[in-house]
């Protein structure tokens, strides 16, 4: 999906009141629930690894192709 009007995520009234709405039920949800929160974050650390390997996109290699070879790294 394309943002054609040119404004960012940031600039609707709608967005800003969910950004806020977002960060305080978060501010809550830690402050109350601190020690669940810190008994699970090892686990929570370990599952981010796999899951920002399979949802980054893997779109920051270069465009390096097969058999390619870049002339900066040649020694």
């Known amino acids: 999906m394309s943002n ?8 609707s009234k709608s967005n ?6 977002i960060a305080i039920a978060g ?3 830690v402050a ?6 810190i008994e699970w974050l090892p686990f929570i650390l370990l599952a981010a690894c796999p899951l920002m ?5 893997h ?3 270069g465009g ?7 002339k ?3 020694h």
Not at 4 to 11: Q, T
Not at 53 to 57: E, P, Y
Not at 64 to 70: D, W
């Open 4 to 11: 054609d009007s040119g404004k960012g995520f940031f600039s």
């Open 16 to 21: 800003l009141a969910l950004m806020a709405f």
């Open 27 to 29: 501010f809550f949800l």
């Open 32 to 37: 109350e629930h601190r020690t669940h929160v």
């Open 53 to 57: 390997h399979l949802f980054h996109g």
């Open 59 to 61: 779109g920051g290699h």
């Open 64 to 70: 390096q192709g097969k058999g390619e070879q870049r």
């Open 72 to 74: 900066d790294h040649e």
